[in-house]
């Protein structure tokens, strides 16, 4: 492998750590469509405040991260970005997932703008160590080094057009796919006044490139972006590069490639240590490399290319180049690639033409888009992506501090799990993972509990049975929040039948809680600074018949429509219901009769909820700000059981409601997804309240 000065001081001075170090950004602009392909101009629910990192322009939606971050961690911003949309974006509406737009009066150009700058530590410590010798003024030499690596991503544009593009048609001008031969990308081919304008450009060093842009400048692919290097000597200097024109992929998850942002990370670190194009020939080379790209644009995506040998050759250069620097996951990176060159029907553009079966490829692509569930987001949990989101949404900037203990920032605002502020003890929280010990908080300051018995052992229940024998009784974990072993028995257990339920959840906890059973409907307060900003009524896990479907169909159906953690798990407790109440797993159940699974609406079953902040009287939220008060709680949750919530609470009548439970924590999912109303955004709730 060739290094030229740059590369070999990079290696001599040991300061290759910094081809981990690029900053970047990405903005991306997408066109808004109904699921019928039609143009969408009104504007979109979700953009309710003024935000700086998603903005809408007519049909177009702009979506840029925040500047300067490492390369996981745009990567991450860009899956928060699509999961905002993926949960909040009507149904009939979807973002297009082409970079070859549908309608000719968009307001913007299609497409992503991926900004790379270079360690400003790197550029000084060589700078002083070599250059700064030479005479060598050191915005000159900065940007020369940028317009290095640039050359070289336009004379190597070909390469990304290959392995990454992905526009077949050109739908923006009427070409229609059953009369029309597939490219392989549209978007990065140029019409000969365009590509005369590109063939002007000069990249012999900054002012030669001021000078010599035109209004198609940008379709080279590479803008070179600038700024004032200082007042006093207001010198032009290179800021970062902009690369442009990489085709979206319909078939990733996230419109860009999933393996695109690593080979550009590898690329640029490749061609700022390898040595670039010379003056002289430059102009040539980078105008014969232009037509090359019209070549491998217009190419057929299920032909072999001709400049199979070419791109082999570039590949293995840029592998053996990662591989001597370590770059982290490349090789997943590579061996797609390798799949793409030799075998061309694994290219982006001819997947797309591939999946797509009888439908139209227009249909198919926005059929996949709509069928995308969330992403998942590296080791953070679902509630700090939430309140994430909601950062994004209202233009906070936001901080990942610990990613596998939720904790992050928002503002000034610290937050674990989404909802744990550093307001709430940790004496107070242990406190409220002790199921009794809260219930003695709670009762010392007037308010009814739910009679409860804790056991360790086997042993321990043989000398309460006596006493439960007459009792409807719950058994659950005494710390934890939740445990899907949990069982009610709504009729008294028989000493056996108890002793089978406790030794289960003793699988999964050291302390088991036998509560007795209070009648009435269960509800689980969300509490954010003192006050109630969500109340859900918690209904067991159940199946309603259609009279054609079996209950395990029926299961299935419902599982297919729901996210992995309101999936009906068909456990033994679920099983043994079923088989008392006579029920097979083939049986066909009536249309409109309801099945239930469970008696208990514990989390992680299925169980569904009811948003009922809006239907309860008045005085229940009176009642549980009076309970955060006790608990010394400023964020968390809180579970009671209320019989009937129309009629108001008061001192006469304290049966009405009854505390069960307190959390530290409390999952956002069950207060989002309810029944009979849209889906609730508890992530953006949660952070107004939290900065008011």
């Not at 690329?267 to 019209?294: A, C, H, K, S, W």
């Not at 608990?631 to 919530?645: H, Q, S, V, W, Y």
Request: glycine share 4%; charged share 25%; net charge neutral.
């Amino acid at each position: 492998m060739e290094f030229d000065e740059i590369g070999r001081q990079i290696e001599n001075s040991y300061l290759t750590d910094s081809l981990q170090h690029f900053a970047w950004q990405i903005e991306q602009c997408v066109e808004i469509c109904n699921s019928n392909g039609q143009q969408v101009i009104e504007p979109l629910s979700i953009f309710k405040n003024d935000c700086k990192y998603l903005k809408q322009n007519k049909n177009n939606l702009i979506m840029c991260t925040r500047e300067v971050q490492d390369l996981i961690g745009v990567k991450e911003e860009l899956k928060l970005q699509e999961n905002i949309f993926i949960k909040r974006l009507d149904s009939n509406k979807l973002l297009w997932p082409f970079s070859m737009g549908l309608f000719k009066n968009s307001q913007e150009t299609l497409g992503a703008k991926i900004r790379v700058m270079l360690p400003e530590l790197l550029f000084k410590e060589m700078y002083e160590i070599t250059f700064k010798k030479a005479g060598i003024d050191y915005v000159d030499f900065r940007n020369q080094v940028y317009l290095k690596i640039a050359q070289q991503l336009i004379a190597n544009r070909y390469v990304f057009t290959y392995f990454f593009g992905a526009t077949p048609f050109n739908w923006l001008n009427g070409q229609k796919e059953n009369s029309s031969s597939p490219q392989r990308s549209v978007a990065n081919y140029l019409n000969p006044v365009q590509l005369k304008e590109v063939k002007a450009l000069m990249y012999t060093n900054l002012d030669a490139y001021l000078d010599s842009q035109s209004p198609n400048s940008t379709l080279d692919n590479i803008v070179i972006k600038t700024q004032n290097f200082s007042r006093k000597e207001r010198k032009q200097a290179i800021e970062c590069l902009e690369i442009r024109g990489c085709d979206f992929n319909p078939n990733s998850e996230l419109r860009i490639d999933n393996v695109m942002l690593t080979f550009i990370n590898v690329v640029v670190g490749y061609f700022l240590m390898t040595p670039g194009i010379q003056n002289v020939d430059l102009q040539n080379v980078l105008n014969e490399r232009r037509e090359l790209n019209q070549k491998i644009a217009t190419e057929n995506p299920f032909a072999k290319t001709e400049q199979y040998t070419n791109l082999r050759k570039f590949l293995e250069e840029i592998n053996n180049f990662a591989k001597k620097y370590s770059y982290p996951n490349w090789q997943e990176v590579y061996n797609a690639l390798n799949k793409r060159l030799n075998s061309p029907e694994e290219t982006p553009a001819a997947k797309v033409l591939r999946n797509q079966g009888n439908a139209a490829t227009l249909t198919d692509a926005m059929l996949q888009k709509r069928n995308f569930n969330l992403i998942k987001l590296g080791h953070l949990d679902y509630n700090s992506q939430s309140i994430l989101e909601a950062a994004i949404l209202r233009g906070i900037d936001f901080q990942v501090i610990i990613e596998e203990k939720g904790i992050v920032k928002i503002g000034d605002v610290l937050l674990a799990h989404g909802l744990q502020t550093p307001h709430n003890s940790a004496l107070m929280q242990e406190i409220w993972s002790d199921k009794q010990s809260a219930k003695q908080l709670i009762a010392s300051i007037g308010y009814r509990t739910a009679k409860g018995w804790c056991v360790r052992s086997l042993q321990e229940l043989d000398g309460l049975y006596s006493q439960l024998e007459k009792r409807a009784v719950v058994v659950k974990s005494a710390t934890a929040t939740y445990s899907t072993q949990t069982q009610v028995f709504r009729l008294p257990p028989t000493e056996s039948e108890l002793k089978r339920a406790v030794a289960n959840v003793l699988k999964d906890t050291k302390r088991v809680l036998i509560e007795q059973v209070v009648s009435g409907a269960v509800y689980r307060a969300l509490i954010v600074k003192g006050k109630v900003i969500s109340l859900i009524e918690r209904i067991p896990v159940n199946i309603v018949g259609d009279g054609r479907n079996s209950v395990q169909k029926l299961i299935e159906n419902y599982n297919n429509r729901v996210s992995l953690t309101r999936k009906i798990r068909l456990q033994k407790t679920e099983i043994n219901l079923l088989k008392k109440r006579g029920i097979g797993l083939e049986r066909i159940i009536p249309r409109g009769t309801q099945v239930l699974l469970r008696y208990d609406a514990t989390e992680k079953t299925g169980c569904q909820t009811v948003e009922s902040i809006n239907e309860v009287d008045e005085s229940y939220l009176e009642e549980l700000a009076k309970m955060a008060v006790g608990l010394k709680m400023g964020e968390g949750a809180i579970d009671i059981i209320i019989p009937n919530l129309y009629q108001p609470y008061t001192a006469e009548h304290s049966d009405r409601l009854v505390f069960l439970n307190a959390h530290s924590n409390a999952d956002f999912e069950l207060h989002e997804n309810v029944l009979m109303q849209p889906k609730q955004d508890i992530g953006s709730m949660v952070l107004q309240t939290l900065i008011e």
